[in-house]
């Protein structure tokens, strides 16, 4: 029985691989044609929509249910 147990552990690990996380050449635009203040700010005011759901005792979001 330890020996099955050995043998499939063994294998269940060689057979594992690393994601990849990189941006696929398939897409059309992966490059960002915004400059840095533009992003910034974009982000700033989705920090600024969102900011106002955050509950801050559990540090949840307000609103969609789970």
Same mark, same amino acid.
């Given at each position: 029985?330890?020996?099955?147990? %050995?043998? +499939? *552990?063994?294998? %269940?690990?060689?057979? #594992?691989? $690393? @994601?990849? =996380?990189?941006? &696929?050449? !398939?897409?059309?635009? +992966?490059s960002? %044609?915004?400059?840095?203040?533009?992003?910034? !700010?974009? $982000? @700033?005011? $989705? *920090?600024?929509? *969102? =900011? &106002? @759901? =955050?509950? #801050?005792?559990?540090?949840? +979001?307000?609103?969609? &249910?789970?």
């Amino acid at each position: 029985m330890l020996f099955k147990t %050995s043998l +499939f *552990i063994g294998l %269940s690990v060689g057979a #594992t691989y $690393a @994601q990849d =996380l990189g941006v &696929p050449l !398939s897409w059309r635009k +992966f490059s960002n %044609s915004r400059g840095k203040d533009e992003r910034i !700010s974009i $982000a @700033q005011a $989705a *920090i600024n929509t *969102i =900011l &106002p @759901q =955050l509950n #801050t005792a559990t540090g949840e +979001f307000n609103g969609e &249910p789970r």
